[in-house]
């Protein structure tokens, strides 16, 4: 294997091949290394991870920059044996913003549209006449207030619900009412018809949805999670699914993934499941960027996007 910088790459589901051939267009005078396949430590200055085997980056002496190749940078946290000083930096990609909005506005139709019981009426061969609603008597609000909460509820505005957002820190976006804090919560569950958490995984929002929160949404709430498996209290959602305070839940994030085969989630008839597959990081979109925070790094500037890991964002 050549000497000179290279990148090591390790991740569980990304596109490889299309990682290896989008960095070689946009970084070609850095090798792309593919874990376990890791040459000479020495050569390493930046790491593409996603769910990374702990313990695996110490091992590079010249580390300059690790790249979460996802939105959510709590995989890369739980590391407790991350290198002291290493920026590490997260993935703002278009493509990524995107196919979650799609993911959001294809679900939240669906709810709106009362899919999930009108498929259980079909499975039933009944006919079950459910008037359609109009948007403006539907209220969806988002929780976390980000790059891809912005753009959801930005899409949502198109149909015409009336749209809350809610973060930790005051937020302002056009045509949709933002509430923050701990304060905040309880005003802004009380319109939200359809909730949708975008929250990140930190302490903070650890079992932030809890059977309290639930029990502030009006009764026959519905629930999307494309946050963290973390922030929602899974017995509590279970238990207002079964006393249907919540109508129904969408999840494609989980506290264990994959998700074992024994879990309540799984064969509960108001949940609908997706494998953590609600969005992708699309080298196509995202390489360049990475390419140019990777130089940034390497000439001693500060990178775009830089994670602060006492907040977990
Ligand atoms: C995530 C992702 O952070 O899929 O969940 O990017």
């Given amino acids: 294997m050549p000497e000179g910088p290279a990148l090591i790459f390790i991740s569980e589901y990304s596109d490889t091949r299309g990682w290896q051939r989008q960095l070689a267009k946009y970084l070609p005078e ?6 376990p396949d890791i040459g000479r430590k020495e050569d390493i200055v930046a790491a593409l991870v996603w769910k990374h085997p702990h313990g695996v980056l110490r091992q590079f002496p010249e580390l300059k920059v690790i790249v979460n190749l996802g939105a959510g940078v709590n995989f890369v946290l739980a590391d407790p044996e991350l290198p002291a000083n290493v920026p590490i930096v997260r993935l703002v990609d278009q493509g990524l913003t995107r196919r979650i909005t799609e993911y959001a506005v294809l679900h939240t139709l669906a709810l709106h549209r009362r899919i999930p019981e009108l498929a259980e009426a079909q499975r039933a061969a009944k006919w079950r006449y459910l008037h359609p609603i109009d948007p403006v008597e539907c209220g969806v609000g988002v929780m976390g207030l980000g790059n891809l909460g912005t753009s959801t509820l930005e899409e949502l505005g198109h149909f015409g619900f009336r749209r809350a957002g809610w973060s930790r820190t005051p937020k302002s976006l056009p045509g949709v ?14 319109d939200c018809n359809i909730l949708i958490c975008l929250l990140p995984g930190t302490p903070a929002t650890e079992d932030l949805i809890d059977g309290k929160v639930l029990r502030l949404l009006p009764k026959g709430a519905a629930f999307i999670n494309l946050g963290r498996g973390s922030n929602v209290v899974d017995e509590d959602l279970l238990a207002a699914l079964d006393d249907g305070h919540i109508r129904h839940a969408v999840l494609d994030v989980f506290r264990t993934e994959p998700l074992p085969s024994e879990h309540a989630y799984w064969r509960h008839p108001k949940v609908t499941i997706t494998p953590h597959n609600s969005s992708a990081t699309n080298p196509g979109t995202a390489a360049q960027q990475v390419a140019e925070n990777i130089r940034r ?4 500037e500060s990178p775009f996007n830089l994670v602060n890991p006492l907040v977990g964002y």
């Fill in 30 to 35: 850095i090798e792309t290394r593919i874990w």
């Fill in 297 to 300: 790094v390497l000439a001693g």
């Fill in 177 to 190: 009412t933002c509430f923050h804090g701990a304060a905040g919560l309880a005003p802004f569950l009380s």
